[in-house]
């Protein structure tokens, strides 16, 4: 099935470190919604878009809606070892309510 | 926030036989569930949309007869894996939407592992 490509695929930084990482598409999407997941678990919702341009803080992170609707940005600040994870973007186009989702990010933070 | 139940959290089944999975939404009611499925170290792979009350719709590839799913209510979805063989080993996860919000709310999976 079609999936969202994230970059980078993973990342090791030291702790108290800004994290950067996006999601891209060839298609245009309505709604972002950026996920944690932590092995063994089900994703865990971090912070929902809906809007072009669109930027939202959920403590440390906050996540914008690309201009051009076929992209978005998640960035996490000061990190800690609890940051661990991957973290997945979904994209859904408007009415279907189906999201497809990123291939993922993961990442690793180093005391 | 909205809760999603998700049972068993694993389950080790015989090769041949049939395993169900429940998906209940705890605090909301969720007139669309979805079902997702991943591999290990891959990303979660829409396999079908319940929706209460009538037949679920399945993305491309997934076998409808294999993977029976019913939304008997606004509450609960179930995923049914029939004779089940190995190569369906994976982690289920459903989702719920909140009526009149674009967001997902997971469950917290299932590991299935058939011998």
């Known amino acids: 099935g079609q999936q969202l490509n994230q970059s980078p695929q993973s990342m090791f930084i030291q702790e108290g470190e800004d994290v950067s990482m996006n999601c891209t598409s060839s298609?245009?999407?309505?709604?972002w919604l950026w996920y944690k997941q932590d092995p063994g678990e089900g994703p865990v919702l971090l912070i929902a878009l809906y809007k072009a341009g669109e930027l939202t803080s959920n403590g440390r992170l906050t996540a914008q809606f690309g201009i051009t609707r076929k992209d978005s940005f998640l960035n996490i600040s000061a990190s800690i070892p609890s940051d661990v994870g991957i973290y997945f973007c979904a994209g859904s186009t408007s009415g279907t309510y189906k999201y497809i989702f990123g291939t993922g990010t993961r990442l690793k933070v180093l005391a | 926030g909205a809760v999603v139940s998700q049972h068993p959290s694993w389950v080790i089944c015989k090769s041949g036989t049939s395993v169900k999975i429940e998906c209940r939404s705890l605090d909301f009611q969720a007139t669309t569930m979805f079902w997702y499925r991943q591999f290990p170290k891959q990303s979660l792979m829409l396999m079908a949309t319940?929706?209460?009350?009538?037949?679920?719709?399945?993305e491309q590839g997934v076998e409808k007869d294999k993977f029976l799913i019913n939304h008997a209510s606004l509450t609960l979805s179930t995923l049914t894996v029939t004779s089940a063989h190995p190569e369906d080993s994976s982690f289920y996860i459903c989702?719920?939407?909140?009526?009149?919000?674009?967001?997902?709310?997971f469950g917290s999976g299932t590991q299935l592992s058939v011998l």
């Open positions: 319940s929706n209460e009350g009538s037949k679920a719709t399945y």
């Open positions: 989702s719920a939407r909140v009526y009149g919000n674009e967001k997902l709310f």
């Open positions: 298609s245009i999407f309505n709604t």
